[in-house]
């Protein structure tokens, strides 16, 4: 009798994690479908989500990683400063046509104090190094080898974008290459580019 209550408590958990898969996955989709222009790569990330996963209007999960060039970054330092995480890979073709446009758009937008943070996946340092002194790219720059960061973010498809208020509340998820129109659009959804009145 226990053990057919145990069969059943499986059954139940299995049902519930593939029902929270499915859902994950459509909100994704749903989140910033390819018709804006956009594309991105579908990843697979091994090991387990922790903690709550992103909410917009929420606090997001803080994580502290070294950047390819050195730097120690702890998220939750940034705070007081609008934040762009963007979630991708050198292999990544989509990843990779954007990634001009999220430079140029970096460049418009760090004297208002952006700041702009590349994590990237399923990567290695060299091949990241080799990626970003081929491309220009002058932004801090993470490899997330593990893949903690990018559970814990629940990605799912790549290139993904957060923006961050500077209270470090999430404001807006895209999934999908952005193009600098999309860009500056979320940005102003952190303040960024917005006129500030003086009065």
Known sequence: ???????RSRRMTLLVMAVTTIAILAVAYMADRPASGGSFTSV???GGASGPAPEIGQPVPNFTATTIEGRKITLSQLRGHPVWLTFGASWCQPC?????????????FRAQGLQLVGIFIQDNKTDVEEYAQRTGLTYPKIVDSSGAIANSYRIVGIPSHFFIDSSGILREI?????????????????????????G
């Not at 001009?100 to 970096?106: L, S």
């Open 1 to 7: 009798m226990a053990r057919g209550r145990t069969q």
């Open 44 to 46: 697979v990330l091994s």
């Open 96 to 108: 990779r046509a954007e990634n001009p446009d999220v430079e140029a758009t970096y460049q418009k």
């Open 174 to 198: 895209k999934i999908s290459s952005l193009n600098p129109t999309t860009m500056a659009e979320s940005l102003a959804q952190i303040g960024v580019g917005v006129a500030r009145s003086t």
